[in-house]
Structures are given as structure tokens and as C-alpha cells.
């Protein structure tokens, strides 16, 4: 009875009870075992009890966290009930999410994993397929929103769009800038798609955020100046420097134009390719682009100046609260 209470807590059944551990033609471990009956006959959707209907396709395995290199598996009856409210459906198993083929604690891992490196290294480390992991993050994020409020509590949020696929398809994202957590996200890139995020929030949560980072999208702009009576539309810090960037390279065309219409050839050679130069962190310069950096800091003033500004507007949100307005503020000085 111990050994089996170990099996139960090494493959996270719950409350099951294990009947017997052999294993399989492939080598595979296999874990025989049966709910509770205070767990059985549920509706594998809702959780209620129901009238039994038959046995199903007989016994279903679901896949469980490996035991070291070797694959184990959870073996069970699978009868179905009929629920009045979702008809004919599989049973519910403590162990296992409906309708998965997989435990509940292998289901965990993998959206723990997918969280914190990519999808492909997650597939191929629970060995399971690319796909799979998709389904396997839909089913635990259906679950968990359920018991957890991702809205709840959000006073400094960020807006933004993302790419997915090819065709220029966007996904809308909303983080909570307190936690770092991703708390919403939803298909689009327009007004509608804001709006729905804020009708979801609810009046009284609207009233509630603070501060809105996002870029200088008119489409993010509209709906939060009017949803959010009391929060401060900020522009993120990638939008700023983006803008500063293309203003060095406005910067740069200009200097390269001036120079071949008062026939200075030879500054304007040199000008040539220095766009990555000026558009790169300092810290990621080849060798080649750091000799044009210095020589564009010898020859022309006006454009080194501008580089400046730009990388200088990029060290202010690497420094403290108090010593970045300071600096903001000679930065502005300097611009002007």
C-alpha cells in the first residue's frame, strides 16, 4: 500500500487510487489506476455528478512526467456519463485535464517551460510534438483563468502589437508594467480590439490604471483618453529611441545630400554605409563600424551631434528615477 501511495505522489495522481505498476512492451512505465469514488462518475467538463452512460472505448492511457529517461503513463478505465448540460461526455479523472491525454503535472511543466524558453526546446525536451505544446498552453491558461483575475489590481499597463504568422497579422498585448505578467491578448491591431480590452476591464477598473505606456498609435491613444479618465498616456521607451533614430537618420540624409550638391565627394564617400554604424549600440560595433563612427566624430559635427543625442536619450532609461529626469532635462537643453 506505501509503495503504490509513492507511485501515486511521484506522477501526481491525486486523489486516485493506484492499482498496479508493470511495465509496458516498449519499456514504457505504466501506472494502473482508478479515481476515488467520491471522484467518479463526474461530468468531465463541469464536474457534476451524472447518470452513467457506458464504458467508453474502454482503458485510455494519459502521458505522465518522465521517470529519469523513461516514459510513464497513467492507465484507466474512461466510462462516460450524461450530463444534462454538455451531454454524453468522458469522465472526469483527478489527474488529468479534460479532455487531455495528458497528467495534469506533465500539462504544468510544459506551460512552465514555454514560459521561459521557446516552443520548439520545450517540444523537444518533453518529447512531445511542436503542435502539442499549443494545445497543451491553451488547456492550462482555460484552467488557471478560471481561478485567477488577470485584471484585477492593474494601475501601470502597456499596449502594444505584436506579429504572428506571415501576411501581417497582429496580436494586441496587454502586460501589467508592476508584475511583468502578460494579462491580456487578443487577434487585431485597431480601436476595436482596444475597446474590447477596456469593456472587458470594466468602468471601475478603468478608473482605477494610472498610467498607459504604448506607442504613438492614434488607435491605442483614442480609447484610453476616453475609458481612462485618470491615467497618463506615456510613449514606451522602444518607441522613443526609434524615434530618435530616425531622426539621426534624417540627420544623416540630409548631411549626404548637402555634401553631393556642393560637390564634397569625398565627404560623401565617406558617409557611405555609416547608417549601421549611427543605428547600433555602441557595445554591438564591428571593428569597421567603430573606425567610421570616428571618423564621422572628426568630419562632421552636426551628425556626430545627433548620434549623441540618441545614445545619450538611451542611457536615461538605464539610470534611477531621479537622476534620468535630471539628466532628461540637460538632454532637452542640449537638443534644443
Avoid at 226 to 248: K, M, S, W, Y
Amino acid at each position: 500500500m506505501r509503495k503504490r501511495r509513492v507511485w501515486a505522489g511521484l506522477l501526481g495522481l491525486g486523489a486516485a487510487v493506484v492499482e498496479d505498476v508493470y511495465c509496458g512492451d516498449q519499456g514504457e512505465v505504466v501506472v494502473a489506476a482508478r479515481p476515488r469514488a467520491r471522484e467518479r462518475d463526474l461530468c468531465g467538463v463541469c464536474r457534476r455528478r451524472c447518470p452513467g452512460f457506458d464504458l467508453g472505448e474502454g482503458r485510455r492511457r494519459w502521458r505522465a512526467l518522465d521517470l529519469g529517461s523513461t516514459l510513464a503513463y497513467v492507465e484507466a478505465w474512461a466510462p462516460r456519463v450524461s450530463c444534462p448540460e454538455h451531454g454524453v461526455v468522458v469522465c472526469a479523472v483527478p489527474w488529468a485535464r479534460h479532455p487531455s491525454r495528458f497528467t495534469r503535472a506533465f500539462e504544468d511543466q510544459v506551460a512552465w517551460l514555454a514560459v521561459h524558453c521557446s516552443k520548439s526546446a520545450t517540444a523537444e525536451l518533453m518529447r512531445i510534438a511542436w503542435r502539442t505544446v499549443g494545445s497543451i498552453i491553451e488547456r492550462v491558461v482555460a484552467d488557471t483563468g478560471r481561478e485567477i483575475d488577470l485584471l484585477a489590481g492593474l494601475r501601470r499597463i502597456g499596449i502594444d502589437e505584436i506579429s504572428h504568422r506571415k501576411g501581417q497579422r497582429y496580436i494586441t498585448v496587454v502586460i501589467d508594467h508592476d508584475t511583468g505578467r502578460l494579462v491580456w491578448a487578443s487577434p487585431g491591431r485597431d480601436r476595436k480590439t482596444v475597446l474590447s480590452f477596456l469593456d472587458e476591464l470594466g468602468e471601475e477598473r478603468c478608473e482605477q490604471i494610472r498610467l498607459v505606456s504604448a506607442d504613438m498609435a492614434a488607435w491605442i491613444a483614442g480609447p484610453v483618453a476616453e475609458r481612462c479618465p485618470n491615467a497618463v498616456l506615456c510613449i514606451d521607451a522602444f518607441h522613443v529611441i526609434q524615434g530618435a533614430t530616425d531622426a539621426l537618420d534624417q540627420v544623416r540624409r540630409d548631411v549626404w545630400n548637402e555634401a553631393r550638391r556642393s560637390g564634397q565627394d569625398q565627404l560623401a564617400h565617406r558617409l557611405k554605409g555609416a547608417r549601421y554604424a549611427l543605428w547600433k549600440n555602441p557595445e554591438n560595433l564591428t571593428g569597421r563600424q567603430q573606425a567610421k563612427l570616428a571618423d564621422i566624430q572628426h568630419t562632421n559635427r552636426r551628425l556626430y551631434r545627433a548620434y549623441l543625442l540618441k545614445e545619450q536619450l538611451r542611457q536615461i532609461y538605464r539610470l534611477p528615477a531621479d537622476t534620468a529626469i535630471a539628466l532628461l532635462d540637460r538632454w532637452i537643453a542640449w537638443g534644443i
